[in-house]
């Protein structure tokens, strides 16, 4: 049998055992650390999937009461209207000054706002609001 000299002192040993051991630390360090990105990233795409949800059944209910409220506005002015047409007296002319007194305030309401007849009484513009 014949024996080859090992070229490598004990000191380059160590030394190549060592660098080995700080590699393989590294290798494991640096996999736990992208897990924990990874772990990081999917935890922050849920909150804001969650919280675009929140804000988009937010909207939609603000958007829901807001027509409901108006859809109820516009009823109860429609029905004051009837009321008020038919109440006794209702065919009676009016003072002029006093009747386009109560049709300037009647027109300031967003419910009447846009009707062609008080577009007419504010002179063509919108009356103010």
């Keep these: 049998m014949i024996l080859i000299k090992n070229p490598l002192t004990p000191l380059a040993w160590k030394l190549i055992a060592g660098a080995l051991v700080v590699l393989v630390v590294w290798l494991l360090w640096n996999s736990g650390q992208r897990a924990r990105q990874r772990e990081a990233a999917a935890r922050a795409d849920s909150a804001f999937a969650s ?19 108006r859809a109820s506005d516009e009823a109860l002015s429609r029905k004051h209207a009837d009321e008020l047409l038919q109440a006794p007296g209702a065919g009676q002319r009016l003072d002029p000054g006093l009747n386009r007194a109560a049709r300037e305030r009647l027109c300031q309401r967003a419910a009447y706002r846009d009707r062609p007849d008080c577009v007419q009484l504010a002179g063509g513009r919108q009356p103010p609001r």
């Design 51 to 69: 919280a675009r949800t929140g804000a988009a059944t937010d909207a939609n209910r603000i958007q829901d009461e807001a027509l409901s409220g």
